[in-house]
């Protein structure tokens, strides 16, 4: 039990921050001086006109894509109802979490606590060199060796930002050709930001489907490999996500989603309820190290042996 219970809090960490990796700097190398130049130069008149939303959605992608890491905080709720035959279940999640990420290589820091059946589990974790490094409370740590990030950043093209917003981008497109584009689009200003709306019902996300499979599958990462594309079976019956966005320098600076879907496989129904903040977005710029103390203490398993308590426990 002991065992399981180390194993079992390491793959919920995993589901839980494979969002939080999503922020992968692109080619900010290759720019030279001159396209800066240029770019500084047409600034003034582009402010001078009225963005729409896709513009400014495109505009944050550039601003934030040069950043060598990213820190934020995060938090929300989800609830699943899932039923088969006469057997009922009820899961509720909150989480609350704080975490640095730099990119090249890939190194993560992350703080805070999740809550699941009336019981709140305190979260401390590092990724770095391949290596997942996980406290189980009154357990100590574990290091679960082979978590290669990098491979799976390069493996989903929506790790990158640029590619992550133009599935939102490409949602707009999609939208806007509908009589009701202004109920499902939204743009205002407040603060000094830009506030970016999608307000999605089912009519609506049958028309961006294909998009909305897409971040399902970028939340779901590495665990796609084991679960298969469930997509196909989901169906998505409501989404709001809201962008609060910088006037100035186009940095996001909040981001909240609410997003209800259900799922029938295998005789089973399965319903998500899930309501996510991320705000405080910030660039960073320090160093990520793993203490030396959790190094030497930390019990070692390997990602195989992950993936193997994960299969015997579904076969349950």
């Not at 679960?227 to 079976?233: N, Q």
Request: net charge negative.
């Amino acid at each position: 039990m002991k065992r399981f219970m180390q194993l079992l809090l390491a793959a919920l960490f995993i589901t839980v921050i494979a969002a939080g990796c999503g922020q992968k700097d692109s080619d900010s190398k290759a720019k030279d001086n001159q396209s800066e130049t240029a770019a500084k130069k047409d600034e003034t008149k582009e402010k001078e006109k009225e963005l729409t939303a896709e513009e400014i959605i495109d505009k944050s992608s550039e601003a934030m894509k040069d950043w060598p890491g990213i820190s934020y905080k995060m938090n929300g709720v989800s609830k699943m109802h899932a039923e088969k035959g006469d057997e009922k279940y009820d899961v509720d999640q909150k989480f609350d979490l704080n975490a640095d990420v730099s990119m090249e290589p890939i190194a993560l820091k992350m703080s805070g606590t999740i809550s699941m059946a009336d019981q709140k589990m305190p979260v401390n974790s590092y990724y770095k060199d391949k290596t997942l490094y996980q406290e189980a409370p009154g357990e100590g740590w574990i290091a679960i060796e082979g978590m290669d990030f990098e491979a799976l950043q390069q493996n989903n093209q929506a790790q990158n930002p640029a590619e992550q917003m133009k599935l939102y981008k490409d949602m707009i497109k999609n939208l806007e050709s509908s009589d009701k584009s202004n109920e499902y689009i939204k743009k205002s200003e407040e603060n000094g930001q830009y506030v970016i709306s999608l307000d999605l019902n089912k009519e609506a996300l049958a028309k961006v489907k294909e998009q909305a499979d897409e971040i399902i599958k970028q939340s779901l990462g590495e665990q796609m490999q084991q679960l298969g594309d469930v997509t196909k079976d989901m169906k998505y019956n409501s989404m709001h996500i809201t962008f609060y966005i910088d006037k100035d320098t186009f940095e996001q600076k909040k981001t909240e989603q609410k997003m209800n879907i259900s799922l029938e496989q295998d005789g089973a129904k399965v319903e998500v309820d899930s309501d996510a903040t991320v705000t405080d977005m910030k660039k960073f710029e320090g160093d990520i190290t793993v203490p030396e103390e959790v190094k030497k203490d930390a019990q070692k398993i390997t990602k195989e042996q992950l993936e193997q308590a994960q299969q015997a426990q579904q076969g349950q």
